[in-house]
């Protein structure tokens, strides 16, 4: 790998950090922030989501998404387990994207958008 490729490599990682990071950090100084709004709008497997909406359920999903996007952010940024940041970020990408999808359309898109995107870079960061 080149030098240019390793600081283009470096900088996406960083970046990609930074939104995880600023996205758990504003969640978690948010009191009133819950993942029930995003989960009750699924259309694609509402069974699934329905579930992570129960009342017993929620608080949990509520949690590892505020801590596992500040973590996985935190990993990315400062490169510490960065293989696991990397593949639990991908994951949490595709969880976002499934209640989203109306098959191949996906909010302002066709079959791809911004998380296929992100969870696509996480998957290289991943493999490197």
């Keep these: 790998m080149t030098n240019t490729q390793k600081w283009a490599l470096f900088l996406v990682r960083i970046a990609l950090g930074w939104l995880f990071l600023y996205a758990g950090i504003t969640k978690m100084l948010d009191p009133t922030w819950s993942a029930a709004g995003y989960i009750a709008g699924a259309k694609t497997l509402p069974e699934l989501y329905a579930w992570l909406l129960r009342p017993d359920i929620l608080p949990i999903v509520n949690i590892l998404n505020v801590w596992g996007q500040t973590l ?34 996906i909010g302002h898109g066709y079959i791809v958008d911004e998380h296929i995107i992100f969870a696509l870079a996480l998957i290289l960061i991943s493999t490197i």
């Design 72 to 105: 996985i952010g935190t990993g990315l940024i400062l490169g510490i387990f960065t293989n696991i940041a990397a593949r639990f970020g991908a994951l949490l990408m595709v969880l976002y994207y499934i209640p989203l999808l109306t098959f191949p359309f």
